[in-house]
T-cell receptor, first 108, second 116 residues
């Protein structure tokens, strides 16, 4: 079955500390992986997708097919990074399968 | 460019009633997907509409139905409401679905449905 697992409900760090939000998936084919973010009182929005290989707002994510992971990383967290982060997988029908989300809190 | 809009913002219904939620897609988009987000959970795919036809459905019962109109706006209808239907309902629009890559889905602000 297709599934996305985000093991941490809450991740708290201090400003300037490195951040890693974990995401593991199960999918038999070649998935497309995404990270979506929801800032306070804003709508869900795409942060990055693995095929773009971009760094957005200092965040990167590498697809590791051997470990079926797509962890989101940032070397130096900022207070404005505080938000809810969702990892998502797209199958070949274009539907998105989301994890349960990780709330990132960055303290000053 | 106009973003995805949803109406109403909030809705309170009682068990057994029917509800219709509405979504206007972002200009230039012809695909609308609906998701249900229960408290503390990630969004769960309900179904997708492409050019007025259902183009995929998640694990939801038939009392969840939808429509897409020629202007690509969409409705989600839920009959015989149950308490567990209380959730945030999200609509997302995107371009043509394809087997090669997934178009970015742009989400609306959601409709908060409470079933008493």
């Amino acid at each position: 079955a297709q599934r996305v697992t985000q093991p941490e409900k809450l991740l708290s760090v201090f400003k300037g500390a490195p951040v890693e939000l974990k995401c593991n998936y199960s999918y038999s084919g070649s998935p497309e992986l995404f990270w979506y973010v929801q800032y306070s009182r804003q709508r869900l929005q795409l942060l990055l997708r693995h095929i773009s290989r971009e760094s957005i707002k200092g965040f990167t994510a590498d697809l590791n097919k051997g470990e079926t992971s797509f962890h989101l990383k940032k070397p130096f967290a900022q207070e404005e990074d505080s938000a809810m982060y969702y990892c998502a997988l797209s199958d070949d029908t274009d539907k998105l399968i989301f994890g349960t989300g990780t709330r990132l809190q960055v303290f000053p | 460019e106009t973003g995805v809009t949803q109406s109403p913002t909030h809705l309170i219904k009682t068990r057994g009633q029917q509800v219709t939620l509405r979504c206007s897609s972002q200009s230039g988009h012809n695909t609308v997907s609906w998701y249900q987000q229960a408290l503390g959970q990630g969004p769960q795919f309900i179904f997708q509409y492409y050019r007025e036809e259902e183009n995929g459905r998640g694990n939801f019962p038939p009392r969840f139905s939808g429509l897409q109109f020629p202007n690509y706006s969409s409705e989600l209808n839920v009959n015989a409401l149950e308490l567990d239907d209380s959730a945030l309902y999200l609509c997302a629009s995107s371009g043509d679905p394809s087997g090669y890559r997934t178009d970015t889905q742009y989400f609306g602000p959601g409709t908060r449905l409470t079933v008493l």
